[in-house]
């Protein structure tokens, strides 16, 4: 009786003392997950995300900023190719800026409300506070969660989250398919709540001139006899960087802005090809009968080199490259327009553009992975997307959603190899 007593008392005393050492149950962290995104005011992350969609990982640089109520930027750079895009959302609607294509898409979207996104807290967060099936675990310093994704890509079943157990903070993010395969992995070095921004950290025109200010930096260290004030401008930027986030937090990586190049110029005529009721087959017999040069004499002389056309690798069923066919348009920028048949038909046009102005276009914005795309178009849709400096155009009056997109990122995919 004694002994019964006294592992009770045991057991008691072992509870009282986890209780004292502060563990939380699931249902207290989601309670306090729920505090803190109603009280989100702003937030700047940085990571690294890799991609496992393909024949091999893609690895990118991915840098959030979010200010309330609904201001965001998102830059994805590939180090390894030096190429960066950036998402902007601001009062004036939402931009994806291709500094090396030195041009942007600007489009009506209620961005990222409508499209969860694996490196926005808001995203993490509701996934976890909407799942009342979710999984909940404790792992050192991290609690996590193992819960359903709901992202564009269908494909993509589950997630689990680790977030810091004092500040809620996301320390890492795996996104699984059905079959449990990790087919997207996010890693945060760093993320900090209630950051200062600048006032231009949202705008667009201010971007853009980080990059021409960036660029013309890189130009002036590779200059001959200038390498080592290169490099003493580099550091120092490098310095009032590190210490303009300490001190203050605003604009609190310089270095993501600066990733941009200069001279971005919006893109009209890229938005132009996207919008209802145009038909690459047509355009394209057209200028191929009326407004094409030899490549020789083509307006820029650009050799042949210059322009790379990528076959995707990803076919839908029962579908067959058709034809492909030269183009050289009247802006003198060469181009390739494949035809697919079968199953469905569709063609794919590639460009290397000039610098053109930008266009507000209604459309939908699609998260491809490696760059955003924008769909638009009713019966006839063209998904229009731009990366190392090319541009693509898929038009279909019969490819579903979820098939463009496959294509796509197949384009994406051979471009990196």
Request: charged letters at 25%; aromatic letters at 8%.
């Amino acid at each position: 009786m004694r002994r019964m007593k006294w592992a009770a008392a045991v057991v008691l005393c072992v509870t009282l003392i986890l209780a004292g050492c502060g563990a939380k149950s699931a249902e207290s962290v989601v309670k306090d997950l729920d505090g803190v995104l109603g009280g989100l005011k702003s937030y700047q992350g940085k990571g690294t995300m890799t991609l496992h969609t393909g024949q091999q990982p893609l690895q990118y640089q991915v840098e959030v900023w979010y200010k309330k109520p609904s201001y965001y930027r998102v830059a994805l750079t590939n180090a390894a190719k030096d190429i960066t895009q950036i998402v902007l959302r601001n009062d004036e609607g939402v931009f994806v800026l291709t500094p090396k294509l030195k041009k942007s898409f600007r489009f009506q979207s209620d961005w990222p409300q409508n499209q969860g996104q694996v490196y926005l807290y808001q995203t993490l967060v509701q996934s976890i506070l909407l799942d009342n099936s979710r999984q909940f675990a404790i792992d050192k310093e991290s609690y996590v969660f193992d819960v359903m994704a709901n992202y564009q890509n269908g494909s993509l079943a589950r997630q689990k989250i680790w977030l810091d157990q004092k500040t809620y903070a996301p320390q890492r993010v795996e996104v699984s398919d059905a079959n449990a395969n990790v087919m997207v992995e996010v890693t945060f070095d760093q993320f900090r709540f209630d950051v200062a921004f600048d006032d231009k950290a949202f705008d667009m025109e201010a971007n853009l001139g980080a990059a021409q200010q960036q660029e013309e930096q890189d130009k002036s260290a590779d200059a001959p006899g200038q390498e080592e004030q290169g490099a003493r401008d580099s550091h120092g930027d490098q310095d009032k960087t590190a210490t303009d986030d300490a001190n203050t937090g605003d604009n609190p990586d310089k270095s993501a802005t600066d990733d941009a190049e200069p001279g971005d110029n919006p893109d009209e005529s890229a938005t132009d090809e996207a919008e209802p009721g145009d038909s690459p087959d047509d355009s394209a017999t057209d200028e191929t009968d009326a407004g094409t040069v030899p490549d020789e004499a083509a307006a820029g002389g650009e050799a042949a080199d210059d322009f790379v056309p990528m076959e995707p690798s990803y076919y839908p069923e029962g579908v067959a490259l058709k034809d492909i066919t030269d183009i050289t348009q009247a802006d003198g920028s060469k181009g390739v327009l494949m035809r697919f048949t079968g199953t469905y038909n569709y063609t794919l046009f590639q460009t290397k553009p000039k610098d053109v102005d930008a266009a507000l276009v209604p459309g939908v914005m699609l998260d491809l992975g490696h760059t955003w795309g924008l769909l638009a178009g009713d019966v006839q849709q063209t998904l229009t997307w731009t990366y190392q400096g090319y541009e693509y155009r898929l038009t279909s009056a019969e490819l579903p959603e979820d098939e463009m997109v496959k294509i796509a990122r197949s384009v994406l995919e051979e471009m990196e190899k």
